[in-house]
């Protein structure tokens, strides 16, 4: 078992829609979660981070925690072609000693006006 | 405040020689990491570093090193180059250990 799953899509959500991703993973101490979008050809940048379960939200991004049942997922309301892009789930794992960041390989959703 | 600067931000090497790919971190980070990202493919983590020491490594060879500085400035140096060695390299700096990383422009290396 992968210890960030997400899936790869592509997912294809009409403009003006929810859109909804999700990410699993494998260590029930993980502490923090993080959601990253990637344009294609740029490098990632931060959307949000969460440490709590429940909702967290940010503008039309809802990040929600379930710890119990361990996945992490964002919610991109109000849709745009400006989100398509690749979004990648990040938890610190405990691993070798250390916490390390461990890194999904993210989900390409694309946003069909 | 400045984001995490990388340089070059291309770069063309021939197969055998080495590369030096540097990083500046956000002003008070002091955690840098390294990521390879080929196309398609995900991030590959290759090391990180806080405070001068390397606190993780990724499942790279040897010829993959790197080292952080006193002032948090990293650099990592790729020697023997390899054709799948082409590849983005993204340098992610975080205040702390287990925080935010923030990420660099990247470094796009082809080695012919």
């Known amino acids: 078992q992968k210890e960030v799953e997400q899936n790869s899509g592509p997912l294809s959500v009409p403009e003006g829609a929810i859109a909804s991703l999700n990410c699993t993973y494998s260590d029930r101490v993980s502490q923090s979660f993080f959601w990253y979008r990637q344009y294609s050809g740029k490098s990632p940048e931060l959307i949000m981070s969460i440490y709590s379960n429940g909702d967290k939200e940010d503008g039309r991004f809802t990040a929600q925690l379930n710890k119990a049942s361990q996945y992490v997922s964002l919610l991109i309301r109000d849709s745009q072609p400006s989100d398509s892009a690749t979004y990648l789930c990040?938890?610190?794992?405990?691993?070798?000693?250390?916490?390390?960041?461990?890194w999904g390989a993210g989900t390409k959703l694309i946003i069909k006006p | 405040k400045a984001g995490v600067t990388q340089t070059p931000r291309y770069l063309i090497k021939t197969r055998g020689q080495q590369v030096t790919l540097s990083c500046s971190p956000i002003s008070g980070h002091r955690s840098v990491s390294w990521y390879q990202q080929t196309p398609g493919q995900g991030l590959q983590f290759l090391f990180e570093?806080?405070?001068?020491?390397?606190?993780n490594k990724g499942n790279f060879p040897g010829r993959f090193s790197g080292r952080q500085f006193s002032n948090s400035r990293s650099e990592m140096n790729v020697s023997t180059l390899e054709l799948g060695d082409s590849a983005l390299y993204l340098c992610?700096?975080?205040?702390?250990?287990?925080?935010?990383?923030?990420f660099g422009q990247g470094t796009r290396l082809t080695v012919v």
């Open positions: 992610a700096s975080s205040p702390w250990v287990d925080t935010e990383a923030f």
């Open positions: 990040a938890v610190n794992v405990y691993k070798d000693s250390n916490y390390q960041l461990i």
């Open positions: 570093y806080f405070s001068e020491t390397q606190r």
